[in-house]
């Protein structure tokens, strides 16, 4: 199917296991995003890709990594969950400055990870 | 640091009023993008509205209109002959550049009350 995807949609883990959100696009955008949704604090960006292989952190980058091998991919791993890293995880994705709609970043359905 | 914020935190109106979310933001630069979200229960974030704070004319998607005060850093959105489908959180939103990242209000819920 078109579009953006995550996986799973909902995860239950407990403390210190290593839980991996996985995110697909395919629309072949070049900017890819992570935001978790926290009650109280709207949407917050955890990492971000311009491209294969480039990421960067954004606002609350402690206890994630990220990778970007395949342009298509933007997995999310929380290496050692904790149970302040229960939220709802977003993936997103955008096209190339100046193409058409590339002012817009197109979310996916979400994931809901509870950490026990 | 850019901010955004929403001093509505819940509302209700009937079906088939009008009403209005006040938003406003913090930036220091001339030119930005600005977008209304709708999260409905389902939870997908589903565009409602963009603004490039450029364009004078404000935005409108059918029953969806945006008025956009660049002065006075404002931007509410005006939904028109709500339905119960508008049933959501709606979440204003800002981002510099294409590619930034997208700085979000903590969100409006809005209830449309048969």
């Known amino acids: 199917d078109a579009g953006i995807t995550q996986s799973p949609r909902y995860k239950i883990t407990e403390t210190g296991r290593q839980v991996t959100l996985m995110c697909h696009q395919t629309?072949?955008?070049?900017?890819m995003f992570w935001y978790r949704q926290d009650l109280g604090h709207g949407l917050r960006l955890i990492y971000y890709?311009?491209?294969?292989?480039?990421?960067d952190k954004g606002e609350v980058p402690d206890g994630y990594v990220v990778s970007r091998s395949k342009t298509e991919n933007f997995p999310l791993t929380l290496e050692s969950a904790t149970r302040s890293q229960t939220s709802v995880y977003f993936c997103a994705s955008s096209e190339l400055p100046g193409l058409e709609s590339s002012d817009t970043q197109y979310f996916g359905p979400g994931t809901r990870l509870t950490v026990l | 640091a850019q901010t955004v914020t929403q001093s509505q935190p819940e509302m209700s109106v009937q079906e088939a009023e009008t009403v209005t979310l006040s938003c406003t933001y913090d930036t220091s630069e001339s030119n930005y993008y600005l977008f209304w979200y709708k999260q409905p229960p389902s939870r997908q974030m589903i565009l409602v509205i963009r603004q490039e704070a450029y364009k004078q004319q404000n935005a409108t998607e059918n029953r969806f209109s945006v008025n956009f005060q660049k002065a006075a850093k404002s931007f509410s959105l005006k939904i028109s002959d709500s339905q119960l489908g508008d049933t959501a959180m709606y979440f204003c939103?800002?981002?510099?550049?294409?590619?930034?990242?997208?700085?979000f209000g903590k969100g409006t819920r809005l209830h449309i009350l048969p």
């Open positions: 629309w072949s955008h070049s900017y």
């Open positions: 939103a800002f981002m510099i550049e294409v590619g930034d990242k997208i700085i």
């Open positions: 890709s311009a491209a294969a292989d480039i990421t």
